[in-house]
């Protein structure tokens, strides 16, 4: 018997909630992934998989990014950098605003702990692509390359890929 993939996984334990935050949008949770141990493991491990050796450095936004960045991290043996939402770093900080698709919002970077890093973004779910086009916007201001963007859920539709043109990419899951 074969395991399942990392996308099965994904389809399998995640829920697809309509009208939440509010009404119009369609909410994936990755609650079931985070739960199951085998499963969070498969899908970080081929999060992780397209740029392995590319990288010395990872970098997820609050909050959903820092549960999939931090293992990441953890597993190819560099360091985390934290996106946080504002007033919860102290100065220096650099700062980006951004939409999604049910608000705006801030992310800020630290920036004494990041500069002239290879960075791989990780995040769980890329809709309009503000938050990594944010994201990679701080840490290029702070003097890093970004080498790419993994993601575990693309929703095509949204048309996130066109926020961060020229990024490298990848999604296990595509949804429409
Ligand atoms: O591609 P976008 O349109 O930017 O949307 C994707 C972002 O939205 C969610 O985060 P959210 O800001 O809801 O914060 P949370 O992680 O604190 O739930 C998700 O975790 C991504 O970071
Ligand atoms: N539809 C959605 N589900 C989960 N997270 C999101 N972030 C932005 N849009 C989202």
């Known amino acids: 018997m074969t395991s399942a993939s990392a996308a099965d996984l994904v389809r399998s334990l995640t829920t697809t909630t309509p009208d939440f935050p ?3 949008i369609l909410f994936r949770d990755l609650s079931g992934v985070f739960a199951d141990g085998a499963a969070f493991r498969t899908v970080v491990a081929a999060m992780a998989e ?3 050796g590319r990288f010395d450095a990872v970098a997820g936004a609050e909050a959903r990014g820092f549960l999939f960045a931090a293992a990441l ?3 190819a043996g560099t360091g985390v950098l934290p996106l946080r939402k504002p007033g919860k770093l102290p100065p220096p900080v650099l700062t ?3 939409d999604l698709e049910y608000g705006s919002a801030e992310l800020q970077l630290r920036t004494s702990v990041a500069s002239g890093l290879r960075v791989l973004l ?5 809709a309009t692509g503000g938050t990594l086009a944010a994201a990679r916007r701080l840490l290029e201001k702070a003097g890093n390359v970004v080498v790419g963007a993994t993601v575990v859920i693309e929703l095509s539709g949204l048309g996130g890929r066109a926020a961060v043109e020229g990024l ?3 999604a296990l899951v595509a949804e429409g």
Do not use: I, Q
């Open 50 to 52: 397209p740029f392995a």
């Open 168 to 170: 490298e990419v990848a």
């Open 96 to 98: 980006e605003e951004y």
């Open 22 to 24: 509010t009404p119009g």
């Open 122 to 126: 990780v995040d769980d779910v890329l």
């Open 73 to 75: 991290a953890h597993s």
